[in-house]
């Protein structure tokens, strides 16, 4: 057992077992069978009227409502649960993956991208490869070329030129003369595709990019079935997705900026920060996150939305009196200009803190992102260690400011809210931190996954936690495993949407593992500790 568990990405979903069923005491029933006379006759039909019976069942519907994504249809399992029917191309417990079709395609020198009608993909070819497979060569008849540029065969029979006219450029001189981006890109709709190192950018709708199909059918913010550079979420310039290594990466474009400004007015989200006001200290807002109108499925996990979790913090360490950079060593949740709240496992007294806030990259400086010294810490007072658990593992960082002032309310910096009270089993909720995955030790890009909350019947159950867990402690995850918080994610935030606001629901703790079946994720139950934290925060 380590403290705090992985970030596997994708969906968890918890099925509830129906409850035992009542039963009729045997004598009770022998009785009544007794005093039966069989000879009088039913006078209604309400003598036949067994509606009682179905009162001694704990009936559990588990398609109310219908957890079955992407128009798949529930059914309930006589032996508890439910199963999904998925219309194509949709897969998964929930419908909620999509089947790859590419995976048994051949498009030889091309991209095999999704489509939304069968066969569900197509091969977009490397030119001058064309034909289904992109295996055939054609170089200049049809011309490639685009915008009146003439087509120029090289000495193979792959090789071919696009002579552009003037002010156009690009491969085929798609790029025309009026080809720029304003501010940082988020209004480019141009015909850039290749990043400012030359790499070719990738089709959004490619089946390497996880859950390109998503993209397809939700296209906004200028993505869709092309290869076009675009800014969906807030980045400092249009990018893409690209082939680094034989593994998918991302880059920023080469897109020049506008000399003059558009006759059209182009609307983009502000990014200059709100200064709050003098007088307070708290934030003007908690629990509203304003991410970019791209939604966060567009990544898949893969690269967080920036904005999208704007209370998450970086907690980061060194050896205390050391000059030695700081390094990423737990999560955190931003609760008030001044005050993060993390798990008390991830204090070490020798070392000196600091927090990020408001960035997704840990790699590299982001305009975005805030960096706060910790002045001071505050361990729960029963927090306590055992070989089987952790116990009332939540800690308050006190950052440093004046007068109560410390992180800026921004776009990319806002608070959770408190809870005020607890959520039903089987709420969706959202995990997010920079902890282990299955393929790193930790990850340098910001990711996220949704989990459910588990029932503490499930969760105390033998072959779970049994009596492991206590009333400073709540289950979330996915019974068979797979999505979990791992090492990294400790002190993270488990948050929970109601009535479009953000509440943190749960600290990342502990657990068994990461991502293991029926060893689903420990988390401090904030509702434990809302005194508590509430005279930290009152405390300035």
Known sequence: MGPALPLLLGLALVSLSPSPIA????????????????????????????????????VLDECEPNPCLNNGVCDNLVEGGYKCTCPRPYKGKQCEA???????????????????????????????????????????????????????????RTQFECLCPAGYSGKFCQVGPDDCMVGNGESY??????????????????????????????????????????????????????????KLDWDLCDVKTCSVPPTVPVIHEATDPPTPAPSSGQFAQCGKPEPGRATARVFGGSKALPAAHPWQASMQVRPRGSFTPFRHHCGGI?????????????????????????????????????????????????YRETPDALHN???????KGPKGQCAKETRFVKTACLPSGPLPDATECSISGWGATEQDSYSSQLLSAKVRL???????????????????????????????????????????????????????????SCGVKNKPGIYARVNHFIDWIAAKLLSD
């Open 189 to 246: 709709r141009g015909s850039v595709s290749v990043t400012a190192e030359g790499k070719a950018c990738l089709p959004w709708n490619s089946h390497l990019i996880p859950n390109a199909g998503e993209i397809l059918a939700n296209s906004v913010d200028g993505l869709g079935p092309h290869s076009y550079c675009r800014n969906p979420d807030g980045e400092s310039a249009p990018w893409c997705f690209i082939r680094k290594k034989s």
């Open 23 to 58: 039963g009729v005491h045997q004598d009770e029933a022998y009785e009544d069978y007794a005093y039966y006379d069989y000879t009088e006759e039913p006078s209604t039909i309400s003598d036949y009227d067994l509606s009682w019976l179905t009162d001694l069942f704990d």
């Open 393 to 399: 593992d939540v800690a308050m960082l006190r950052l």
């Open 334 to 382: 931003l609760v008030g200009s001044c005050w993060v709240l993390t798990a008390a496992h991830c204090i070490n007294r020798m070392h000196e803190m600091q927090v990020e806030l408001g960035g997704v990259n840990l790699d590299k400086a982001e305009d975005s992102e805030q960096i706060i010294p910790v002045e001071r810490f505050i361990i729960h007072e029963d």
């Open 98 to 156: 999509r089947e790859d079709p590419c995976k048994k395609a051949k498009c030889g020198r091309g991209e095999c991208v999704l489509t939304d009608k069968a066969p569900f993909y197509e091969c977009v070819c490397e030119l001058p490869f064309r034909g289904p497979d992109c295996r055939k060569v054609s170089r200049c008849r049809p011309s490639p070329c685009l915008n009146g540029a003439k087509c120029k065969r090289g000495r193979t």
């Open 454 to 512: 588990i029932s503490k019947d499930r969760c105390t159950a033998p072959t779970v936690y049994g009596n492991r867990l206590d009333d400073s402690m709540i289950c979330a995850g996915k019974m068979e495993g797979g999505v979990d918080s791992c090492q990294g994610d400790s002190g993270g935030p488990l948050v929970c949407q109601k009535d479009g606001t953000y509440y943190v629901y749960g600290v990342v703790s502990w657990g068994d």
